[in-house]
């Protein structure tokens, strides 16, 4: 990912605005003016580099599957079995929640979010 390949949002990234932005259909994360490392959460400081030269950015809504598993027992509160996916969203990857099995490399897109004592995107096929 190039430097002209991020859309730059002001303000440093909070837990927040991640939640209210996600919330929104929007992924925000965070990128590195040091090493170029990014990142889909909220971090004090950059997390291969440990430098704070950090901007928030906007990530695209659409990825690329690059690990996934199923969940058989699952904490309280949550209905079960579910499946979880770490998304390749250019550089930076998002935990997130499928409602249906998926296959590593396959396309899925933001879809909404998932709240249980804190919100987690949910992401599905495109």
């Known amino acids: 990912m190039s430097e002209d390949d991020l859309e730059t ?3 440093e ?3 927040s605005d991640w939640v209210t932005a996600i919330r929104d259909g929007t992924v925000l994360g965070q990128h590195c003016g040091d090493c170029g490392h990014a990142t889909a959460a909220p971090k004090a400081a ?9 901007e928030t950015v906007e990530l695209p809504t659409t990825g690329t599957v690059y690990t996934e598993t199923r969940l058989e027992v699952v904490p309280e509160g949550f209905d079960g079995p579910y499946h979880i996916v770490l998304v390749d969203l250019d550089d930076a990857r998002v935990m997130a929640h499928v409602p249906e099995p ?23 096929p495109n």
């Open 9 to 11: 949002v002001p303000d």
């Open 102 to 124: 998926v296959e590593i490399g396959q396309t899925v897109e933001l879809a909404g979010t998932i709240e249980n004592e804190g919100v987690a995107p949910v992401f599905e």
């Open 13 to 15: 990234l909070t837990y």
């Open 46 to 54: 950059c997390a291969r580099c440990g430098n704070r030269d950090i």
